[in-house]
């Protein structure tokens, strides 16, 4: 049995969204920059997919800006965020992302911004308080704080911290890459000046994500060299990921609450499982927590094991079975996660990562289950 428990890092592609895409590889190849016709039916699907991106998180399409993924969208709103607006001041969490962390910190050793980091607790929680101390003596900062943690799936209030950014007229981005096509995200009502998304974390394409940007917090543009995305991206657009991502999104309304459903009865019996099957089993932050943490994700702390040590993912893969993660610290075999570290996860123990998506069944919990038993030597 193949098992794929690896869907906070990508997902598998809806035969939907394929369709799709497919005549803009076949039929539709004009480049949209061009008067002629080839290049004005193009143009005219970009900014149909740009309207519907729009129209599903009430925002306008003058706010939607399709990027290369996440990662580039974050780093366009970080660094000409602070450009733009002259911030001499950042904030952030040490359980970002590399796309927001190392942005930040390159930021910071340029002598752009001074830098600072958020308290968080061993749970992953943020300490908001210390956010206003911080925004209180360092008004109109920039405020990068993620929706939800990739690795743990703590959820982050962005409407608390949207308003403390607000009282202190700072620029709130939020990576919102592991939430968006999972949750709703009502944009005219949410107080955040900036969020992205990566099609391939809701079933698009690799290579296509999109970048709001509030209408009255406007940017300069990180990429130069054509007037494509209303002046704010150079290049030709990525037609086949632009179709592909409003394709997915879309989607991914249609039915959110039948898809969360199902993601959290297999997320449930995951849990309810290893906490019968394996003793000693724990769990990272607060990713055993229904309500407060992405219901896609799981990360699983599992007992010291010199059989296992540093081999873990290896040897469950040897099972057919694809997950992800690591331990607070580095290993020969896996990389030291700077998450688990930041919330003093214990070192002797290796951490998995199974992030589940719509596909996902229960069979392959029970699967999964019984060849950790084996791995750990339960006997059953």
Same mark, same amino acid.
């Given at each position: 049995?193949?098992v ?9 592609m809806?035969?939907r969204?394929i369709a799709?895409?497919l005549?803009?590889?076949k039929?539709?190849y004009?480049?949209p920059s061009?008067v002629?016709?080839h ?5 005219t ?5 740009r309207?519907?991106v729009?129209?599903?998180? =009430?925002?306008t399409p003058?706010e939607? !800006?399709f990027t290369?993924?996440?990662t580039?969208?974050?780093?366009t709103?970080i660094?000409?965020?602070?450009? *733009? ?6 904030? *952030?969490?040490p359980l970002e992302?590399?796309a927001?962390?190392h942005t930040l910190?390159?930021c910071?050793k340029k002598?752009?911004?001074?830098? $600072?980091?958020?308290?968080v ?11 206003? @101390?911080l925004? %209180?003596a360092?008004?109109?900062s920039?405020?990068?704080?993620m929706?939800?943690? =990739? ?6 209030d ?5 308003n403390?950014?607000?009282e202190? @007229? ?5 990576d919102?890459v592991? *939430?968006?096509?999972h949750?709703?995200? @009502?944009?005219? =009502? ?8 990566g099609g391939?974390?809701?079933?698009g ?5 999109f970048?709001?940007?509030?209408k @009255?917090?406007?940017?300069?543009? !990180? ?5 494509q995305?209303?002046?704010?991206r ?5 037609v086949i ?6 394709k997915?999104?879309?989607?991914a ?6 898809? %969360?459903?199902?993601v959290?009865?297999?997320?449930s %019996? ?5 906490k ?5 089993? #724990? !769990?990272?932050?607060l ?5 407060? $943490?992405l219901?896609t994700v799981?990360?699983v702390s599992?007992?010291p094991?010199?059989?296992?040590g540093?081999?873990?993912l ?6 057919g079975?694809?997950?992800s993660?690591g331990?607070a ?7 030291g996660?700077h998450?688990l ?9 290796d951490?998995v990562?199974?992030?589940f998506?719509?596909?996902n069944?229960?069979?392959?919990v029970d699967?999964t289950? #019984?060849?950790l038993? #084996?791995?750990?030597?339960?006997i059953?």
């Amino acid at each position: 049995m193949r098992v794929y428990f690896d869907n906070a890092a990508t997902t598998a592609m809806d035969d939907r969204v394929i369709a799709a895409m497919l005549p803009f590889m076949k039929e539709h190849y004009g480049n949209p920059s061009s008067v002629h016709s080839h290049g004005r039916e193009v143009r005219t699907a970009i900014e149909r997919s740009r309207k519907k991106v729009a129209e599903l998180l =009430n925002a306008t399409p003058a706010e939607i !800006f399709f990027t290369s993924g996440g990662t580039e969208a974050d780093n366009t709103a970080i660094v000409c965020g602070i450009q *733009t607006h002259g911030i001499q001041h950042a904030i *952030t969490s040490p359980l970002e992302h590399h796309a927001v962390l190392h942005t930040l910190e390159e930021c910071a050793k340029k002598g752009m911004v001074k830098l $600072s980091l958020l308290e968080v607790n061993d749970q992953g929680d943020i300490n908001l308080d210390h956010l206003q @101390d911080l925004l %209180r003596a360092n008004p109109k900062s920039l405020v990068s704080v993620m929706h939800a943690n =990739n690795e743990i799936g703590n959820i982050n209030d962005l409407t608390a911290i949207g308003n403390l950014a607000r009282e202190y @007229d700072a620029f709130f981005h939020s990576d919102t890459v592991q *939430t968006m096509g999972h949750y709703v995200h @009502d944009l005219k =009502n949410l107080p955040v000046d900036a969020i992205v998304a990566g099609g391939h974390k809701f079933h698009g394409p690799k290579g296509s994500g999109f970048l709001y940007v509030k209408k @009255d917090k406007k940017i300069t543009p !990180f990429i130069y060299g054509g007037a494509q995305e209303r002046n704010m991206r150079g290049g030709t657009e990525n037609v086949i990921g632009i179709i592909g991502i409003a394709k997915a999104l879309e989607i991914a309304y249609e039915d959110m609450d039948g898809h %969360r459903k199902h993601v959290e009865d297999i997320k449930s %019996r995951f849990i309810e499982k290893l906490k019968a099957d394996i003793p000693g089993v #724990e !769990f990272n932050g607060l990713s055993a927590e229904m309500d407060k $943490s992405l219901y896609t994700v799981l990360n699983v702390s599992l007992p010291p094991s010199e059989e296992n040590g540093g081999m873990l993912l290896f040897n469950l893969d040897l099972h057919g079975i694809s997950a992800s993660g690591g331990s607070a610290c580095s290993s020969g075999a896996t990389v030291g996660s700077h998450v688990l570290r930041a919330i003093g996860a214990k070192a002797d123990r290796d951490s998995v990562r199974f992030s589940f998506s719509r596909f996902n069944t229960v069979e392959e919990v029970d699967y999964t289950v #019984e060849k950790l038993k #084996e791995l750990y030597g339960v006997i059953a």
